[in-house]
């Protein structure tokens, strides 16, 4: 019996995780994955919105800006790589000057700072490399960026050390009330109950609340296919840079990482099928020629890897957040597509506040609010590496020749609460695969670490679930 349980282990659900974790109740997370950040939340553009895209008395326009000022601190707290970059919506023409100047009023409504109309010249000073066509733009401050996968794991490991359980590989299939709680059933046969359930479920939201409320919502799988290049591509642009936004979302952006690769995307595509997560030649196509549009002379030859994300659309426009009103203790984080993962830590703080005036708790003496990152070898100076070294010889093993990531790493890694159990796992958390040759060099040694830090054969590894095995056997085993 749980106070709380938490379905889906995205950035939403962990960052509500983190904020339950601060009082004196028992908090579960389950997750259907086989580590966090397994849907929504692996697959985006890693950018902290500034909030002037999100009409004014929106959740979105609350939670976004709310979100934007928590996440410079959050990242001090919990040690992940976060940058104010800034952002620019650049437009080519009158009609576009007059959306950037409604974007203006909007985000000046919305309490967003900053906010400045550029002309063409002015923009292509700060970003060279911008297309000659530009006209006019929108200068947002407090944009950045963020490792999004860094983030959700630092969440959840934080949350774990504050005493929530996470469960894996629990794909929740029923949901009921019983009494004045819940019941929740899992394919594996588990039977979990709850005083109060939070629904974090991404694209899948719809399906639990309507288990369980009257009031229907529907939430529509939106596409977005993206191109990824090497970090050669480093300083190409620094800003974010937006074309103005349709009924569809913010368009094809072309952004920096914070680890100096550049991200071009997403599309927007509205689809039936909740796990079509294929790239598609059209939509790469259409990536690279809107991604054109804003800047000239794209390193194309530089693409190292494409994906596609899937955003939980509701059909209202906007996030569904709050306790839903004819089923008392079950709160709901649905709908939550971009500007989502900036909001995520307003979304944890705001829910958690509602569930403790549902179900009030003492807070606790001795809440840890800060946690440390795994330490990088590629981005440590001289005298860290030494030292590394010196406290663990295995940091002087380098695994992963692209992106400079030791044998060291990988174990703490797989050892971190909430740790690693998949090659995705390692990937999301030390970067490990994620360089020009994507894996084809260090998967085997990734492989070997994994199967003797979790006890298994290597035939048990998987890159990142049941059915994503890497090997079936041993050659030798064949010769008779």
């Given at each position: 019996m749980y106070d709380v349980i938490i379905i889906g282990a995205g950035v939403t659900g962990c960052a509500v995780a983190r904020?339950?974790?601060?009082?004196?109740?028992?908090?579960?997370?389950?997750?259907?994955?086989?580590?966090?950040?397994?849907?929504?939340?692996?697959?985006?553009?890693?950018?902290?919105?500034?909030?002037?895209?999100?009409?004014?008395?929106?959740?979105?326009?609350?939670f976004n800006v709310e979100g934007s000022l928590?996440?410079?601190?959050?990242?001090?707290?919990?040690?992940?790589?976060?940058?104010?970059?800034?952002?620019?919506?650049?437009?080519?023409?009158?009609?576009?000057?007059?959306?950037?100047?409604?974007?203006?009023?909007?985000?000046?409504?919305?309490?967003?700072?900053?906010?400045?109309?550029?002309?063409?010249?002015?923009?292509?000073?700060?970003?060279?490399?911008?297309?000659?066509?530009?006209?006019?733009?929108?200068?947002?401050?407090?944009?950045?960026?963020?490792?999004?996968?860094?983030?959700?794991?630092?969440?959840?490991?934080?949350?774990?050390?504050?005493?929530?359980?996470?469960?894996?590989?629990?794909?929740?299939?029923e949901l009921c009330r019983a009494g004045e709680g819940f019941v929740l059933k899992t394919a594996r046969g588990g039977s979990y109950e709850t005083r109060a359930v939070v629904n974090a479920a991404g694209v899948y939201a719809d399906v639990f609340h309507n288990m369980v409320s009257e009031d229907k919502v529907h939430i529509t799988p939106r596409k977005g296919e993206y191109l990824l290049m090497d970090k050669k591509t480093t300083g190409f642009v620094n800003a974010t840079i937006f074309q103005c936004p349709t009924k569809m979302g913010k368009g094809i952006l072309v952004t920096p990482t914070v680890h100096g690769n550049l991200l071009l995307g997403p599309t927007s595509e509205d689809i039936a099928d909740k796990e079509n997560t294929e790239t598609t030649a059209a939509g790469l196509e259409e990536v690279l020629a809107k991604a054109g549009l804003s800047a000239k002379e794209l390193p194309v030859r530089q693409v190292i890897t494409s994906f596609t994300g899937l955003r939980a659309h509701s059909d209202n426009g906007d996030f569904i957040v709050g306790e839903a009103a004819d089923c008392p203790g079950f709160f709901d984080a649905a709908g939550i597509e971009s500007p989502g993962l900036t909001s995520a830590p307003a979304i944890g703080r705001y829910l958690a506040e509602r569930i403790n005036e549902r179900f009030p708790a003492p807070e606790k003496t001795d809440f840890i609010a800060v946690r440390k990152g795994i330490p990088c070898m590629?981005?440590?100076?001289?005298?860290?590496?030494?030292?590394?070294?010196?406290?663990?010889?295995?940091?002087?093993?380098?695994?992963?020749?692209?992106?400079?990531?030791?044998?060291?790493?990988?174990?703490?890694?797989?050892?971190?609460?909430?740790?690693?159990?998949?090659?995705?796992?390692?990937?999301?958390?030390?970067?490990?695969?994620?360089?020009?040759?994507?894996?084809?060099?260090?998967?085997?040694?990734?492989?070997?670490?994994?199967?003797?830090?979790?006890?298994?054969?290597?035939?048990?590894?998987?890159?990142?679930?049941?059915?994503?095995r890497l090997l079936t056997g041993y050659t030798k085993s064949n010769i008779s």
């Open positions: 904020e339950l974790a601060r009082r004196e109740r028992s908090v579960a997370v389950l997750e259907r994955g086989l580590d966090v950040c397994e849907g929504t939340s692996k697959a985006n553009s890693g950018i902290v919105h500034a909030g002037h895209d999100a009409h004014p008395g929106t959740w979105k326009a609350r928590l996440m410079e601190e959050l990242s001090k707290e919990l040690d992940f790589p976060y940058r104010r970059n800034t952002s620019l919506v650049i437009g080519f023409d009158e009609e576009d000057r007059r959306t950037l100047e409604g974007l203006l009023a909007q985000g000046l409504e919305n309490g967003v700072k900053g906010l400045e109309l550029w002309d063409g010249s002015r923009v292509r000073e700060k970003e060279p490399q911008l297309s000659d066509a530009v006209t006019c733009a929108l200068y947002c401050p407090t944009g950045g960026i963020v490792d999004p996968f860094l983030l959700t794991v630092a969440l959840a490991e934080n949350a774990c050390v504050g005493g929530v359980s996470f469960f894996f590989g629990e794909e929740v299939t590629a981005d440590a100076d001289p005298e860290e590496r030494k030292r590394l070294v010196a406290e663990n010889p295995l940091y002087a093993n380098v695994v992963c020749r692209c992106e400079l990531v030791t044998e060291g790493e990988i174990v703490e890694a797989i050892r971190r609460p909430v740790g690693a159990k998949t090659l995705d796992g390692i990937k999301r958390r030390v970067r490990a695969g994620m360089g020009r040759c994507q894996a084809g060099f260090c998967t085997p040694k990734q492989m070997e670490i994994l199967a003797r830090e979790l006890g298994v054969e290597e035939e048990a590894i998987v890159k990142s679930g049941p059915g994503a």
